[in-house]
């Protein structure tokens, strides 16, 4: 029986390479005319070259069995904000549309080219990774609407079967948000546990890099690639079960300000129920302290502060090429003082130890990762307020796909913890996946 290589999932993938039933090349093959057939329609990629891709491929056959790393020939899709030495880096940017190749990669895509990852070329990002302008790419469960952003092409590929695994970025939402619109796992693991050198920069305070993917089995395999390493919990000591466990529901402030659409709001109590069904004790909860109700603001005024000092190169060299919205926080059109960075920067740093001891309360924390279903058009990327202060807050954040909202599209909720307890997110969000999956096939 033929193999449908390109719905492979990278974990499966690898297993067939390493048996010998797969080759490099028939699987780059295999997600090419997929994305000859398809790209045309959702536009993910800003940036590809199948020729250099089969040629990687063959050169990745010819490596000896004994030297294959952990991702040996799994295709992955790069945000293009990260340099690559191979491939252009161009942002999205009308500044650098002619730019070539960098002598250098992104520290993230040196770890995945050294762990053997075949790089399959460059996605659509927003400009910058940093406005909410969105296209061309769209949604591929229903073109009509937005894959959301800032990592719109990385989400796409991933749902649409043109790659397994997809590097994002996020400032504010843009992982967990594209990933809630299209439908699959988006992982923003704690800031700082993946360099962020050789990526745009946007907010040195919130930026992190993290994936895309169908399967919690893919993001795990990547956390060994990258070597996480959780805080020491007595938990861990025991397997997570979802029966007897404690699993805490926080709509946050956001729920009022965005507000929580008729979608979002039908997921949260389905979810709810399903836990409850299989034997968790759900808990709605609020903010540990009423500063939390603060983040929001605050986070807008670091990325607004922040920003001024990011895109001033940029802007010095092409002003006129430079969207509204960068040459605003350039100029500071919005009016933050330093004294307002200051004061967010200080004010949300003291809440993070208080959020990592309260989240230990609890075995599983979920909150909503968008306030209803992608938005109709692809001119705005969505609202990504529901996930700015875990952004702040620089904790793990996993949005699990499976539940409908609406139009045949989903609507995501995202697993939080405290920082550090990455691997601990995606132990127990196999779990809960699992039980949200299911409702499609009950549906």
Same mark, same amino acid.
């Given at each position: ?55 990687? !491929? ?32 161009? *942002? ?7 730019? =070539? ?22 996605? =659509? ?28 092409? $990385? ?5 649409? &079967? ?22 699959? *796992? ?8 993946? $360099?962020?050198?050789?990526? !745009? ?9 993290? &994936? ?86 605050? =986070? ?14 940029? *802007? ?31 004010? $949300? ?8 001891? &309260? ?44 539940? $409908? ?39």
């Amino acid at each position: 029986m033929s193999i449908d290589s390109t719905t492979l999932s990278a974990s499966n993938a690898v297993s067939l390479i390493r048996q010998g039933n797969l080759t490099v090349e028939q699987y780059a093959k295999a997600l090419l005319s997929r994305i000859a057939q398809r790209d045309p329609i959702v536009h993910a990629w800003a940036y590809i070259d199948p020729e250099y891709v089969l040629d990687q !491929a063959r050169k990745l056959d010819r490596v000896p069995i004994e030297h294959r790393g952990p991702l040996h020939g799994i295709p992955v899709a790069i945000k293009d904000i990260a340099l690559t030495k191979d491939m252009p880096t161009r *942002y999205n940017s009308d500044i650098y549309r002619s730019s =070539h190749s960098s002598s250098v990669d992104a520290a993230c895509v040196i770890t995945l080219r050294a762990a053997g990852a075949l790089l399959l070329g460059k996605t =659509h990002t927003t400009e910058f990774a940093a406005t909410t302008d969105g296209g061309p790419c769209v949604n591929p469960l229903n073109i009509g609407h937005t894959p959301g952003g800032s990592s719109s092409g $990385s989400a796409a590929a991933v749902a649409d &079967f043109q790659a397994p695994i997809a590097l994002g970025t996020q400032t504010g939402g843009s992982i967990v948000r594209p990933a809630s619109y299209t439908g699959i *796992y988006g992982f923003k693991p704690t800031w700082g546990a993946i $360099s962020r050198e050789g990526l !745009a920069q946007y907010s040195i305070s919130c930026d992190t890099p993290g &994936f895309f993917a169908r399967t919690i089995e893919d993001l795990e395999l990547l956390t060994d690639v990258y070597r996480f390493e959780d805080v020491a919990q007595p938990e861990q000591a025991t397997e997570f079960q979802i029966q007897g466990a404690r699993v805490g529901f926080i709509k946050t402030h956001v729920w009022d300000l965005a507000p929580a659409g008729p979608g979002l709001k039908e997921v949260w109590e389905k979810a709810k129920n399903l836990l409850i069904e299989h034997g968790a004790i759900v808990e709605e909860i609020d903010w540990p302290d009423d500063d939390f109700n603060k983040l929001t603001d605050w =986070h807008w005024a670091i990325i607004n502060g922040e920003g001024r000092s990011a895109f001033h190169g940029h *802007y010095t060299l092409d002003k006129q090429n430079l969207s509204q919205f960068l040459v605003d926080q350039v100029e500071n059109n919005l009016n933050f003082s330093r004294e307002d960075l200051l004061d967010a920067l200080d004010r $949300s740093a003291r809440l993070r130890p208080i959020w990592d001891r &309260f989240s230990e309360r609890f075995e599983v924390i979920l909150t909503p990762s968008a306030p209803d279903i992608a938005p109709e058009g692809t001119h705005f990327t969505g609202d990504a307020r529901f996930c700015g202060p875990w952004t702040l807050l620089h904790v793990p954040c996993l949005n699990l796909p499976g539940i $409908s909202g609406g139009k045949s599209l989903p609507i995501g909720l995202t697993l939080v913890s405290g920082r550090y307890r990455d691997r601990h997110v995606l132990k127990t969000g196999k779990i809960i996946g699992d039980i949200f999956e299911s409702t499609k096939a009950n549906s």
